[in-house]
């Protein structure tokens, strides 16, 4: 109950131009913990990202991080904060090692204390032995795990991440969070955005954003067990003609999408016999599973997580 | 657009521990960057060599600028003509990336770290300035062939010059560049403003003869001055420098070259923290 926010921030709104990007957001991050902004494309995580790492100037709202306005110290939270981009941002014609001296210089850091950390940080991510090679030599998992060195060669106590699994594959996007789940244990905390369901689940909370306005905060597992039961879909060549006899005959609300359909099942697992005798006329699968944060923003939301983000 | 963090970044710009530090971190990334660049390198130094070489021997037969004195053979005078083509066109190059860098690249982690942005012009500034300096003074080298004697401190006020015309040229790619959104309307800009703005420095042709409204854009051009600067330094020592009488003075040239670049200088750092 005692912890500590790593960041507030309160009823932040951003427009570009016309056109409105953050829309009263108010969220805490605790310190020392995995934080995770998830939403559709275009929903607004990354301008939040950008308005948290400093790079776009607050326009109205105001943010506080560990514990400092981010308006009136800038420098000092810049100092505090490491951030990793989704685009690289190490020079690929320098070599690992000469892109953390840039970095190291850049905060100010001495050559014995920038030499020492260079080689932990490295040594850390694994790459020690790939130091004097040129970044655009790396692939795109090493070239990650770069970019987190560089974010983290300052010994920040919050790490900024934006979509930090873009580009990966299973076995190092699984490497990523593997390190990433050992930062608050050694002070660090851990904010990253993400449009994978699967990422947010990582995170000890998460914030759901959706068109500029958070949807939901709060623990993974708590914001499932609100939707409550199971989910149950069925695939369905007539699926508004099943979603329609659904409720005239057994009185379920049910959404359709396609060819899907889906809804909310609390009895669970033992209705799901006689459900599949019923529909199996008009079925081509059925499947029942433990609500999902997809679920989740579905439910807050009203429409499907991959559906109408615009491109931000 | 966001003018109160401007501010704010201006104000705090002395606390940063990181300061001058910086700025030579970033000049040093572009050094290194140019020079792992083997056709950058081959293109910067052979392209003047060869607008000198085939522009001052094409025209050579038919075309000698008059001076006081006589006349002085063309690939003569077009040669300080292609020192400044050079820095002009190093500097701007130099600033280039920082259109894409800004957005995806290196420029982003620069731009989010304790570092007030006059360090970070300051860096790009040198960065540019150096490289320019490099392939310049290769250049000059080759002076004696254009019957230019080189004298120690003709070489010294050269390279002085070159420095301060280095520093004025890449603020100025850095403003431009500062506000671009796209490469390809930098292209742009460099083909209506600094290609003339180069060829209307009395680096291609003196101005006597030539209409009087031209001769007034030639006049109004403040490269005009760092190139009759650098004429007239190549010449130092001299008695009659071999010069068109409408070469400005020296100590002209010299006051304004300094002037632009202390304007030019207080530009890029006025954009940049606006951001």
Redesign the interface.
């Known amino acids: 109950m005692s912890s500590v926010e790593a960041v507030t921030v309160r009823d932040v709104r951003y427009r570009y131009g016309d056109r409105i990007a953050l829309d009263g957001v108010t969220l805490d991050v605790t310190s020392q913990s995995i934080f995770g902004l998830l939403g559709p494309n275009g929903g607004g995580k990354t301008t939040l990202f950008r308005l948290l790492?400093?790079?776009s100037?607050?326009?109205e709202g105001s943010v506080q991080v560990l514990g400092r306005n981010i308006?009136?110290d800038?420098?000092?939270v810049?100092?505090r904060?490491g951030?990793v981009?989704q685009?690289?941002?190490?020079?690929p014609?320098?070599t690992v090692r000469?892109n953390l001296?840039?970095?190291a210089?850049?905060?100010?850091?001495t050559r014995s204390d920038y030499q020492k950390r260079i080689n932990e940080s490295l040594a850390i991510v694994g790459l020690s032995d790939r130091s004097n090679e040129?970044v655009e030599k790396l692939s795109g998992g090493l070239a990650r795990r770069a970019e987190l060195a560089?974010g983290l060669l300052h010994r920040p106590e919050l790490l900024i991440l934006d979509e930090p699994s873009t580009g990966l594959d299973p076995a190092a996007r699984y490497d990523l969070w593997q390190y990433l789940s050992t930062l608050p244990q050694q002070g660090v905390t851990v904010l990253t955005t993400t449009h994978l369901m699967e990422e947010a689940e990582h995170c000890q909370a998460i914030a759901i954003i959706n068109k500029g306005k958070l949807v939901a905060v709060g623990k993974p597992r708590d914001l499932r067990a609100e939707i409550g039961g199971e989910v149950v879909t069925i695939e369905s060549k007539n699926a508004v003609e099943l979603t329609r006899r659904l409720r005239e005959n057994l009185g379920i609300e049910a959404e359709t999408r396609g060819n899907t359909v889906r809804f909310e099942q609390s009895t669970g697992y033992r209705s799901l016999p006689s459900l599949i005798e019923w529909a199996e006329p008009m079925m081509e699968s059925i499947s029942i599973a433990r609500p999902t944060l997809e679920d989740v923003f579905l439910k807050r939301t009203g429409h499907r997580f991959w559906g109408e983000g615009n491109d931000e | 657009m966001s003018n109160s963090r401007a501010l704010s970044d201006v104000a705090v710009s002395v606390a940063p521990g990181s300061t001058f530090g910086a700025a030579l971190t970033l000049a040093e990334r572009e050094v290194v960057r140019f020079l792992r660049q083997p056709h950058r390198v081959i293109g910067a130094l052979l392209q003047p060599i060869i607008f000198w070489l085939f522009l001052g021997m094409g025209l050579r037969g038919s075309f000698r600028p008059e001076t006081p004195t006589g006349s002085l053979p063309y690939d003569e005078y077009f040669f300080p003509g292609v020192l400044a083509m050079i820095v002009l066109f190093t500097a701007i190059f130099a600033t280039i990336s920082v259109i894409e860098d800004r957005k995806q690249g290196f420029l982003q982690g620069v731009l989010v770290a304790p570092v007030s942005r006059v360090w970070i012009v300051l860096g790009k500034v040198l960065g540019g300035t150096i490289l320019a300096l490099m392939q310049s003074l290769l250049f000059l080298a080759l002076a004696p062939f254009a019957g230019i004697k080189l004298t120690v401190a003709s070489v010294v006020g050269a390279t002085l010059l070159l420095i301060i015309l280095g520093i004025a040229l890449t603020s100025l790619g850095f403003v431009l560049a500062w506000r671009m959104d796209s490469v390809q309307g930098f292209h742009a800009i460099m083909s209506v403003v600094l290609f003339p703005m180069w060829f209307l420095s009395g680096s291609v042709f003196p101005t006597d003869g030539a209409p009087a409204w031209l001769a007034w854009i030639v006049k109004l051009n403040p490269l005009t001055y760092g190139v009759a600067a650098l004429r007239r330094i190549l010449y130092v020592g001299q008695e009659t420098a071999p010069l068109p009488a409408s070469v400005p003075s020296l100590t002209l040239s010299i006051a304004i070259t300094i002037g632009f670049t202390i304007v030019m200088i207080a530009w890029a750092t006025k954009t940049a923290s606006r951001r």
């Open positions: 790492s400093t790079l100037p607050l326009q308006k009136d800038l420098f000092e810049r100092r904060i951030v981009f685009s690289p941002s190490l020079d014609k320098l000469e001296t840039h970095h210089r850049l905060y100010g850091l040129r560089k």
